[in-house]
C-alpha cells in the first residue's frame, strides 16, 4: 500500500525559514517529489529527490532519505507569494510511474 | 503555449447525466493521467495510461472511463453522475521510463446538483 503523512498546516513569517517534513511508506519507490499548488489553481513542480541527501534549487531545497522514508522541504526567505500548498508524492512503478500524493501542508505567510 | 490543457474549466451538470472532460498534450509525453482533487484538497490518482497499459485505481467506479484516441489525448467520461462527483479534476502527463516531473492541467471543477 501507499501512505504519505505530511502537516495540514503551518504558518511562518515572511523572510524567514520554514521547513515542511513528509513521510512516506511507498512499495516500489521510485522517488520523491515536491509540487506546489496555489488555491484554485494548478499544481506545479518544484523538487525531484531519487538519491539520499539534498537537492538545492534557489530560495527551495528538498531533502531525502529512503532508509527512514523521510523528506523534507525546505523554503528560505520567505515572500508572500509562497503561501500556498505544498504537495508531497511518491513517485512508484516502473516505465510510467504513479505519484501519490499527501494531503498537502498548507502554508501561510504572514507579515 | 499551454503544455497540458483541459476543456471545460467548469462543469455544472445534474444527477444521472453523463459527461466528458477533455485533455490534450503536446509535450510528446508517452503516458497521461486523471487526478481527483476533493472538498479538502486531497490530490488522488483515478487512473494512469500510455499506449500500452491501463492502470485503474480500484477505488474509481466503473461509472469513470478513459478514452485515448491518440497518445496526445485521454478524455474522461463519467456516467450516471452522483452528488459525490463534485470535485476539481486533474489531467496530467509525464514521459515513462524516466522520472520527471508530470505536468498538470489547470483543472476542471465539476459541480453536480
Known amino acids: 500500500g501507499q501512505n504519505i503523512d505530511q502537516p495540514t498546516e503551518m504558518t511562518a513569517t515572511e523572510g524567514a525559514i520554514v521547513q515542511i517534513n513528509c513521510t512516506y511508506q511507498?512499495?516500489?519507490?521510485?522517488?520523491l517529489f515536491w509540487y506546489q499548488q496555489h488555491a484554485g489553481e494548478a499544481p506545479t513542480f518544484l523538487s525531484y529527490?531519487?538519491?539520499?541527501g539534498l537537492e538545492e534549487k534557489g530560495r527551495f531545497s528538498s531533502f531525502l532519505s529512503r532508509s527512514k522514508g523521510y523528506s523534507y522541504l525546505l523554503l528560505k526567505e520567505l515572500q508572500m507569494k509562497d503561501s500556498a500548498s505544498y504537495l508531497c508524492?511518491?513517485?512508484?512503478?516502473?516505465?510510467?510511474?504513479?505519484?501519490?500524493f499527501g494531503k498537502g501542508t498548507k502554508l501561510s505567510v504572514i507579515p | 503555449d499551454t503544455a497540458v490543457s483541459q476543456t471545460p474549466k467548469y462543469l455544472v451538470t445534474q444527477m444521472g447525466n453523463d459527461k466528458s472532460i477533455k485533455c490534450e498534450q503536446n509535450l510528446g509525453h508517452d503516458t497521461m493521467y486523471w487526478y481527483k482533487q476533493d472538498s479538502k484538497k486531497f490530490l488522488k490518482i483515478m487512473f494512469s495510461y500510455n499506449n500500452k497499459e491501463l492502470i485503474i485505481n480500484e477505488t474509481v467506479p466503473n461509472r469513470f472511463s478513459p478514452k485515448s484516441p491518440d497518445k496526445a489525448h485521454l478524455n474522461l467520461h463519467i456516467n450516471s453522475l452522483e452528488l459525490g462527483d463534485s470535485a476539481v479534476y486533474f489531467c496530467?502527463?509525464?514521459?515513462?521510463?524516466?522520472?520527471?516531473?508530470?505536468?498538470f492541467g489547470q483543472g476542471t471543477r465539476l459541480t453536480v446538483v
Open positions: 496530467a502527463s509525464s514521459q515513462s521510463g524516466q522520472t520527471t516531473e508530470a505536468f
Open positions: 511507498t512499495s516500489g519507490f521510485n522517488g
Open positions: 529527490n531519487v538519491l539520499d
Open positions: 508524492a511518491a513517485a512508484s512503478g516502473a516505465g510510467s510511474y504513479q505519484l501519490t
